[in-house]
């Protein structure tokens, strides 16, 4: 079939995006779904920092490819071994589906699948397949959704249900920002209560973390950005209280869970620096391959410090997507609340500039539902 989407034909092209256009707007040929695949119409689909790395260089990917990772669509039509899905359901894409068999997958999450990463490294779906052809030339998949599309073809692993009660741009966000952030706090931290945590880095991945301690009643909720809209965003959100990272190194704020969702080595030290004795440091942003970050070892011995590395917020995306939906509508989760932007498929090398500039929280593309 014939559908429309948003193409990254070259990695690294200067800034500003609007001006170089990166991603084309293109028509493909998207062929139907294997044996354990399914088609789905896209109804919204989140612009996230790990697209962005792939337009800059720091996620090197084949091109070109088809981006988009973070979606949320009906099902219209179901491989020969999907039994449990029908056409017509509401499905969020997750970015790293499970195979299941690996010795990964069965470590709760804590470790991402195989051959999910295989696939993704590869442009591929899990199985390997490629269904997106233009004029003869294969488009790349990227992590096994490819959903700044009106349409994707992706392995049934890599799709959850959702009810159709959950909004669309929500269920979207719930794919990625949200399992992300959200398990960094339930997964990698699990602060109790009287815990106090501290989130550096409030992009969609951070924001989500945030309002994920929050509904779990975190007594003493901590925010720290650059950027003061942010943090005043997060003031709005309900976190007690807001810092810049000069102002937590300067004052020496500390928490016994400290979450790093930037991405930048400079937030690692500084959530380093912020950890309480006996506290837990957990890193879930995505820093460039080369970076590095200087902390003490006599530290994380003297001190009884843990570091902890999580990655998709250690989530197995079948059990905590459903978590999360829930969470939303008992109305302790408002996810809707880091959506920043809602635009057009059309506008997505101006939105790469936003997410670049640290302007927005989560910016989503909202396709036509008819």
């Not at 490819?65 to 009906?74: D, F, S």
């Not at 790293?96 to 696939?119: F, I, M, Y």
């Not at 591929?124 to 233009?134: E, V």
């Not at 599309?149 to 959950?166: K, N």
Request: charged share 20%; proline share 6%.
């Amino acid at each position: 079939m014939k559908i429309t989407g948003a193409v990254l034909e070259e990695i690294g092209c200067p800034r500003p995006y609007a001006d170089s256009k990166p991603i084309s707007i293109a028509e493909l040929e998207l062929a139907g779904p294997g044996p354990t695949e399914i088609l789905v119409r896209i109804e919204a689909a989140g612009i996230c920092h790990s697209d962005l790395s792939v337009v800059d260089g720091n996620r090197v990917r084949p091109v070109p490819m088809l981006l988009g990772h973070e979606a949320a669509g009906r099902v219209v039509e179901v491989g020969a071994d999907v039994t449990d899905l029908a056409p017509g359901q509401r499905v969020v894409m997750s970015f790293l589906p499970r195979c299941e068999q690996c010795a990964n997958c069965a470590e709760d999450g804590r470790l991402p699948c195989t051959a999910g990463s295989k696939s993704n490294g590869d442009g591929t779906l899990l199985h390997g397949s490629m269904r997106l052809d233009r004029s003869g030339e294969k488009i790349f998949h990227h992590l096994g959704v490819s959903g700044f599309a009106t349409h994707a073809v992706v392995d049934r692993a890599s799709a959850v249900p959702v009810g159709d009660d959950i909004p669309a741009d929500v269920a979207a966000v719930l794919g990625c920002a949200v399992l992300t952030g959200g398990g960094a706090v339930l997964n990698a931290a699990r602060p109790r209560p009287e815990d106090s945590i501290m989130i550096v880095g409030l992009g969609g991945v951070g924001m989500a973390a945030l309002i994920t301690a929050i509904s779990q009643g975190v007594s003493r909720i901590v925010a720290v950005d650059t950027l003061d809209e942010k943090l005043e965003h997060a003031r709005r959100l309900g976190a007690h209280e807001t810092y810049t990272p000069q102002q937590v190194l300067e004052q020496g704020v500390k928490a016994r869970y400290v979450i790093e969702c930037a991405g930048n080595p400079r937030a690692f030290e500084t959530a380093f620096t912020a950890t309480a004795a006996g506290g837990t440091t957990v890193t879930a942003g995505l820093p460039h391959p080369d970076a590095r970050a200087q902390i003490s070892p006599l530290t994380v011995t003297a001190e009884a410090r843990t570091i902890v590395g999580s990655y998709l917020g250690s989530a197995v995306p079948s059990r905590d997507i459903p978590k999360y939906a829930q969470l939303w509508r008992e109305g302790k989760l408002p996810v809707e609340e880091l959506i920043t932007a809602r635009i057009a498929l059309a506008d997505i090398n101006e939105a790469m500039d936003q997410l670049a500039d640290g302007k927005a929280v989560r910016q989503v593309i909202m396709f036509d539902a008819g």
